[in-house]
Nanobody, 120 residues
């Protein structure tokens, strides 16, 4: 499965962005999906995850209440709506498909990443 992430960019603190991740195969709907990010000079970290049906979601404490993960299985796409952005949200954001949860090892397929920069 190939994943294509998009929607990143430069935004001021307090602003919003919506990331999208499109999958190449209809088997997308059989996988849980997740978003991870890698801040400059740091390791990649978990952001949010959603079950294959969209019925369950899970967030890192640092984004809870500001970010919303969702998916549209008919369009083979997963989204990350990011509101009230902070400079510390600056990172390369990656989407992934797999068994779900916060552990990167549970994800078999990864997108190429999209840069999000939040200015103060």
């Amino acid at each position: 499965v190939q994943l294509q992430a998009s929607g990143g960019g430069l935004v001021q603190a307090g602003g919003s962005l919506r990331l999208s991740c499109a999958a190449s195969e209809r088997s997308f709907s059989g996988y849980a999906a997740g978003w991870f990010r890698q801040p400059p000079g740091k390791e990649r970290e978990f952001v949010a995850a959603i079950s294959w049906s969209g019925g369950s979601t899970y967030y890192a404490d640092s984004v809870k209440g500001r970010f919303t993960i969702s998916r549209a299985n008919a369009q083979n796409t997963v989204y990350l709506q990011m509101n009230s952005l902070k400079p510390e949200d600056t990172a390369i954001y990656y989407c992934a498909l797999g068994r779900g949860g916060s552990d990167q090892l549970r994800y078999a397929y990864w997108g190429q990443g999209t840069q999000v920069t939040v200015s103060s």
